[in-house]
């Protein structure tokens, strides 16, 4: 069932349960890109084919806020936001090692391998890299034997690269726990996930609405026990 977190007539925000794709590949697994369509053809009663616009993705593993335009206006109203980045997003991960500053901002330069599906994060410009940044700041660290000292971190993401969260933390000694492509030692698992996912949750996206150019921020809680 779709859980829908914001909807007006151009657009919608849904929760991705992490392990889901975001939109669908060549495994033909179910998508949430499917499952919004479903509901937006039984909630308007629509009998032919529902328009709906990918504006971000999020990887399978990772959970959170989707923003999907269900017009061609949203689409190009809302991407043009994306590219001027004035969308504000905002992350909350569980790392396996707290960063040695509780805040900062990470600048790397990041090249992905799209046959392996993984992302090489080096310290200065690199021919084909690009240039990736994000400012950190530590929520809380847990000191119960469950979450062995894991570190939660609020994350505001300033680009949008791919596995880009992932492969900076990695590459400052501070892997997402369940996050064993990018050197994670804990499971996800072990904190009452599902094998295969990763404590990583898209938690806020704020932008500007189509037509009204009124600001909105959606948000939601997140306990990495219950991804």
């Known amino acids: 069932m779709v859980q829908v977190l914001y909807e007006d007539n151009h657009l919608v925000a849904v929760y991705k349960r992490a ?11 179910k998508c949430l890109m499917d499952e919004v369509k479903e509901y937006l053809k039984k909630k308007y009663k629509k009998p032919g084919n529902v328009f709906l616009g990918l504006l971000h ?15 061609s206006k949203g689409a190009s109203r809302l991407s043009e936001q994306i590219r001027n980045h004035t969308v504000r997003k905002v992350y909350h991960a569980l790392v396996e090692k707290a ?10 330069y990041l090249k992905k ?7 090489t994060v080096f310290d200065v410009p690199t021919e084909g890299a690009l240039k ?22 609020k994350i505001h993401l300033k680009t949008g690269r791919s596995h880009q969260i992932r492969a900076q933390l990695s590459h400052i000694g501070c892997p ?6 990018y050197g994670a030692r804990l ?17 806020e996206l704020s932008f500007e609405t189509a037509t009204t150019k009124e600001r909105k921020t959606i948000s939601i809680d997140y306990d ?4």
């Not at 993705?57 to 017009?71: E, M, N, Y």
């Open 187 to 203: 499971r996800l698992a072990g904190y009452a996930g599902q094998v295969g996912n990763i404590a990583l949750c898209a938690t």
């Open 19 to 29: 392990g889901i794709l975001t939109q669908g590949d060549d495994t033909g697994d």
């Open 99 to 108: 960063p040695k500053q509780k805040s900062g901002t990470l600048v790397h």
């Open 57 to 71: 993705r999020l990887d399978r593993p990772v959970s959170g806020i989707v923003l999907f335009a269900k017009t």
């Open 224 to 227: 990495p026990k219950n991804s």
């Open 132 to 153: 990736a940044e994000l400012d950190y700041e530590t929520v809380e660290t847990h000191c119960n034997a469950s979450l062995h000292g894991a570190t939660l971190l």
């Open 176 to 181: 997402i726990v369940g996050d064993t492509k």
């Open 113 to 119: 391998d799209e046959k392996q599906n993984y992302t």
